[in-house]
């Protein structure tokens, strides 16, 4: 791992019989990002090119992780102080902030941030009265169709409630147009945690109530049930228990799903003949509710750049932050994750081309629900994913296996 460092290098010119001293600085600062999902590392890459070109003084070194192990490697490379900078999820700030692992950056917000950038997005670095970093990625999980095959199966809109989203598939696999129309990413990882967040929400269920666990009843056990009978039914993709949101989105894009549960990225990438099967065929609203509790479904994906208290240049690497963040930056990468600000909505540049999802986006973007903000974060997600794995395999009852769950949470 490299050490970041600030180095001032100094020289000497021979002009016209004396020498003429030089001196050049650059400080070099170390940025941990996700490899998937949102913006490409191509595309990050690109925007650390144009920070250096404006600031030539400061060096960028770029590390790319998946995002299982981004939580881990910016842990373990506290006691190093191998990272300035590093993308965090809105379920970290919590453990993050009681650890002093990031900078309390609430001195550094300008009026004009507060003003500019959406209400919602704050929720995303802010814990406990205190701000650890910028929001950077505005995000919430989307119900992606094929409009082609529902319109082949007589279906004329896509489904309002998670209940119609059952029927319509089964109308779907009935009449012979795909054997598993609907597909999810209920791998054993946190990417299940962000589907099953998303049912919760619906379902008006609750993580913790009164400092402790209350997703094994109510909403909570609702929304692993009808994960379990969507699953059972045959209606979903059996290879969904092993799904990352990248599988969706290859399986989604070969045409192989009619529906598909995915952040705001696929929209675009589904959408682009080069690699896409299903270019032009792409519909997108906000995740379903349930009749009578709920209109929309959503769960808060939003992520955050911030400094590590270990960094030994956090004003260079503020000022790499805010460049990341800035809207001038954000419009020109919104095809792959929407803008914090409130502003770039107006932008036809912006909207130019993607209107449908940004109609869905109003909706979804509201409706966020927050996973647990609790230290506690990665133990009680670790027992929720092994309780949704062993209810889709037929080895625990839902309820049984949050009652697991909810023992093994730490809380």
Same mark, same amino acid.
């Given at each position: 791992?490299?050490?970041?460092?600030?180095?001032?290098?100094?020289?000497?010119?021979?002009?016209?019989?004396?020498?003429?001293?030089?001196?050049?600085?650059?400080?070099?600062?170390?940025?941990?990002?996700?490899?998937?999902?949102?913006?490409?590392?191509?595309?990050?890459?690109?925007?650390?090119?144009?920070?250096?070109?404006?600031?030539?003084?400061?060096?960028?070194?770029?590390?790319?992780?998946?995002?299982?192990?981004?939580?881990?490697?910016?842990?373990?490379?506290?006691?190093?102080?191998?990272?300035?900078?590093?993308?965090?999820?809105?379920?970290?700030?919590?453990?993050?902030?009681?650890?002093?692992?990031?900078?309390?950056?609430?001195?550094?917000?300008?009026?004009?941030?507060?003003?500019?950038?959406?209400?919602?997005? =704050?929720?995303?670095?802010?814990?406990?009265?205190?701000?650890?970093?910028?929001?950077?990625?505005?995000?919430?999980?989307?119900?992606?169709?094929?409009?082609?095959?529902?319109?082949?199966?007589?279906?004329?809109?896509?489904?309002?409630?998670?209940?119609?989203?059952?029927?319509?598939?089964?109308?779907?696999?009935?009449?012979?147009?795909?054997?598993?129309?609907?597909? =999810?990413?209920?791998?054993?990882?946190?990417?299940?945690?962000?589907?099953?967040?998303?049912?919760?929400?619906?379902?008006?269920?609750?993580?913790?109530?009164?400092?402790?666990?209350?997703?094994?009843?109510?909403?909570?056990?609702?929304?692993?049930?009808?994960?379990?009978?969507?699953?059972?039914?045959?209606?979903?993709?059996?290879?969904?228990?092993?799904?990352?949101?990248?599988?969706?989105?290859?399986?989604?894009?070969?045409? $192989?799903?009619?529906?598909?549960?995915? =952040?705001?990225?696929?929209?675009?990438?589904?959408?682009?003949?080069?690699?896409?099967?299903?270019?032009?065929?792409?519909?997108?609203?906000?995740?379903?509710?349930?009749?009578?509790?709920?209109?929309?479904?959503?769960?808060?994906?939003?992520?955050?750049?911030?400094?590590?208290?270990?960094?030994?240049?956090?004003?260079?690497? =503020?000022?790499?932050?805010?460049?990341?963040?800035?809207?001038?930056?954000?419009?020109?990468?919104?095809?792959?994750?929407?803008?914090?600000?409130?502003?770039?909505?107006?932008?036809?540049?912006?909207?130019?081309?993607?209107? $449908?999802?940004?109609?869905?986006?109003?909706?979804?973007?509201?409706?966020?629900?927050?996973?647990?903000?609790?230290?506690?974060?990665?133990?009680?997600?670790?027992?929720?994913?092994?309780?949704?794995?062993?209810?889709?395999?037929?080895?625990?009852?839902? $309820?049984?296996?949050?009652?697991?769950?909810?023992?093994?949470?730490?809380?």
């Amino acid at each position: 791992m490299l050490k970041s460092i600030s180095r001032t290098l100094l020289g000497a010119a021979f002009v016209g019989g004396a020498f003429m001293p030089h001196a050049f600085a650059e400080t070099s600062i170390n940025a941990l990002f996700m490899a998937q999902a949102a913006y490409s590392e191509a595309d990050v890459r690109a925007m650390a090119e144009a920070f250096s070109k404006a600031n030539p003084d400061i060096k960028v070194n770029l590390e790319f992780v998946p995002y299982e192990g981004l939580h881990d490697k910016t842990v373990l490379a506290q006691g190093s102080g191998g990272y300035d900078v590093v993308l965090f999820d809105v379920i970290w700030p919590a453990e993050y902030a009681s650890n002093n692992v990031l900078v309390d950056v609430s001195a550094r917000i300008t009026d004009d941030m507060k003003k500019g950038v959406l209400p919602g997005a =704050w929720t995303t670095v802010n814990y406990d009265g205190k701000s650890y970093g910028m929001p950077w990625i505005l995000d919430t999980k989307y119900l992606f169709y094929n409009k082609e095959i529902l319109e082949k199966a007589g279906i004329k809109s896509p489904p309002k409630t998670w209940d119609e989203l059952a029927e319509q598939a089964k109308i779907i696999k009935d009449k012979g147009l795909l054997a598993t129309p609907i597909s =999810w990413s209920w791998s054993q990882a946190e990417a299940a945690i962000c589907d099953y967040t998303t049912l919760v929400s619906a379902y008006g269920g609750d993580f913790i109530k009164d400092g402790k666990p209350a997703f094994q009843s109510g909403g909570g056990l609702d929304a692993l049930n009808y994960m379990v009978t969507s699953y059972s039914s045959g209606l979903t993709n059996p290879n969904s228990k092993e799904f990352l949101e990248e599988d969706v989105r290859k399986v989604f894009q070969n045409g $192989e799903a009619a529906f598909a549960l995915n =952040w705001t990225y696929m929209y675009n990438m589904a959408n682009d003949p080069k690699d896409s099967k299903v270019a032009g065929k792409v519909g997108v609203v906000p995740a379903p509710g349930v009749a009578g509790k709920s209109e929309v479904s959503a769960v808060n994906g939003s992520m955050g750049l911030g400094i590590t208290t270990a960094s030994k240049h956090p004003e260079e690497a =503020w000022k790499f932050i805010t460049f990341m963040t800035s809207q001038e930056t954000q419009n020109q990468y919104a095809k792959l994750s929407l803008p914090i600000w409130a502003s770039s909505y107006d932008d036809a540049a912006v909207t130019k081309g993607q209107e $449908e999802l940004i109609a869905a986006a109003k909706l979804g973007l509201a409706a966020m629900y927050p996973r647990p903000t609790t230290p506690k974060y990665q133990e009680l997600s670790t027992a929720l994913q092994q309780a949704i794995q062993e209810s889709l395999l037929g080895q625990a009852k839902p $309820e049984d296996a949050l009652k697991g769950a909810a023992e093994n949470s730490g809380l």
